[in-house]
């Protein structure tokens, strides 16, 4: 069998992507990826260099646009609020009459945190302050920039997928396991955002669509960095990004569908590493 250089090289090379939530963190890392291995990726966030950036941070989606163009691929920004529903079918259906498809599409949205600054809410709280002296407001706008903006991104590429009988919508959550993620929003959030991915799986599988969920570790985000947190950490953005790209190659993806699949673990099956060449253990919760 003959491969094709270019191909072997840029293997997503003809593959439409969508990351949603690109702006930094997670987001830019899986971007940043799917560049590297040469797809077209549409980046989508708030932060913008024309108007105004989340948490007054300096990164912006179209920096992610920029550094999936220097990795290989192609890089397309597009403002959008994935908290808005009007907001989230105009950028699908920008880019379904842009590139006539999407074959991947990476909701990486979560705003469950802004406002924190490493050791307080605006609301006064901390992370991991008990329920019952945490504001109840804090339990809706985790939900509204999670499961809701989850729910509203996949509502609105499910029916061309659905059409194409093909595609894979993958959600960065994490694996709750049996374990407490330590804050009630946080585990309650996630949790929601597992099950939704669940859902959506089984009533996507008989169109021939993937739906599953993506769970990092301790990852070294700009927030972390900032935070003085680096040292705790146990990988970088690239680290996921590397493993939505393996599933993305994989024919046989379906097989995961409904599952939250731990990036480690991803790694040691598909063979690829974190930016340094290692291959950062599975992280566990500490007791």
């Known amino acids: 069998m003959v491969i094709d250089a270019d191909l072997a090289a840029a293997p997503l090379a003809n593959r439409i992507c969508l990351v949603a939530g690109a702006s930094r963190g997670l987001g830019r ?24 950036r989340t948490d007054q941070r300096p990164e912006t989606f179209e920096d992610t646009a920029r550094e999936v163009e220097a990795a290989g ?38 705003g469950g945190n802004e406002g924190y600054d490493g050791d307080r809410y605006p609301d006064g709280s901390a992370f991991g302050t008990p329920f019952w002296r945490r504001p ?35 959600t960065v959550g994490f694996d709750t396991g049996a374990g407490y993620l330590g804050d009630v ?5 996630k949790a929601a955002m597992n099950r939704l991915t669940f859902a959506m799986a089984q009533e996507l599988r008989p169109y021939g669509v993937t739906a599953l969920g993506l769970s990092p570790g301790h990852v070294l985000t700009e927030r972390v960095q900032d935070a003085g947190m680096a040292a705790e950490t146990t990988e970088t953005p690239l680290y996921a990004g590397r493993a939505v790209v393996a599933l993305a190659l994989d024919p046989d993806v379906s097989r995961h569908g409904g599952s939250v699949l731990r990036v480690a673990d991803l790694a040691r099956a598909y063979g690829f590493t974190d930016q340094d060449g290692t291959q950062p253990a599975r992280f566990t919760i500490p007791d």
């Open 136 to 170: 109840a407001a804090r339990l809706g706008q985790g939900f509204e920039s999670g499961v809701y903006a989850q729910l509203l991104l996949a509502k609105a590429v499910a029916p061309a997928m659905v059409q194409m009988r093909k595609g894979l919508i993958v």
């Open 73 to 110: 691929g192609k890089g397309h920004p597009y403002r959008c609020d994935h908290t808005q529903e009007r907001e989230v079918d105009q950028l699908v259906s920008w880019a379904l009459r842009r590139f006539g498809r999407l074959d991947c599409v990476v909701d990486a949205v979560w």
């Open 29 to 52: 890392g899986i971007a940043r990826a799917l560049g590297e291995a040469g797809a077209t990726v549409i980046v989508s966030g708030r932060s913008s260099e024309a108007g105004p």
């Open 185 to 189: 929003v946080y585990d309650l959030a």
